[in-house]
């Protein structure tokens, strides 16, 4: 009788080593697509005493559901003088496993020393540039990628030292999808000094 209840107790083990394995090689291994089955059966080998046999477990079956998710760059703090344009570079990668649709927006940020002007987000299509309003969306396949700039105009009027801040975001269009959020920052340097001399009195000597 001791003998006969391994089998039943193999099986039951190797169906929690098929679960554990599933689970497992989905969050190792490159993240598979949402939607798809995933069946695994484990077999186990053993000794009931008097020769080897072997047990297959029930075959357990996981369907991937959709995990939405993404990266987004930051972009190095710039140093701007008066009336420069600033430009800083993103890369927003969809890491999850299914397709997303995402839409951007660039907002002067607080705690800084005033706001930048004509504020703009700009992506390259492959030909041309193309302005990011609040109405595009840029779908991205599992993997891809698509790189962007903020763009913004120092004020006229700074000192030396002041600093401005734009936040950034990138959200997926389902509410499961990421939300990405990002500040970039200037420093300014200061008007230019420009030096002038003046000549207020000419002496000519003609001896």
């Known amino acids: 009788m001791r003998f006969q209840s391994i089998p039943k107790i193999a099986q039951f083990i190797c169906t929690l080593l098929v679960v554990y394995m599933a689970f497992y090689g989905i969050a190792q291994a490159t993240m598979a697509p949402a939607g798809i089955d995933i069946n695994n ?3 186990s080998e053993y000794n ?6 072997t047990s297959k477990s029930n075959t357990v079956t996981i369907k991937v ?4 998710s993404a990266t987004l760059t930051p972009a190095p703090d710039a140093i701007g003088s008066p009336s420069q344009i600033i430009k800083w570079l ?18 002067n940020g607080g705690g800084d020393n ?8 700009i992506y390259n ?10 109405a595009t969306s840029i779908p991205l396949k599992v ?4 790189n962007f700039r903020v763009e913004a105009t120092v004020p006229q009027s700074v000192t030396m030292g002041d600093s401005f801040n734009v936040d950034i975001e990138a959200k997926g269009a389902l509410p499961a999808s990421a939300v990405l959020k990002r500040t ?7 008007p230019a000094l420009t030096l002038l001399k003046n000549v207020d009195k000419v002496e000519v000597n003609l001896s």
Do not use: C, M, Y
Not at 65 to 68: E, N, S, T, Y
Not at 114 to 121: D, F, P, T, V
Not at 184 to 190: A, E, F, R
């Open 41 to 43: 059966t484990a077999t």
């Open 143 to 146: 993997g891809e990628s698509v």
């Open 184 to 190: 970039d920052k200037v420093l300014s340097v200061g």
């Open 125 to 134: 299509d492959g030909v041309n540039d193309i302005v990011i309003n609040p």
């Open 90 to 107: 993103h890369t927003l990668t969809n890491t999850g496993n299914i397709e997303d649709t995402f839409q951007f927006s660039a907002i």
């Open 114 to 121: 005033g706001n930048l002007e004509n504020i703009r987000l």
């Open 65 to 68: 559901l959709p995990v939405f």
């Open 48 to 53: 009931d005493g008097s020769q080897n046999k």
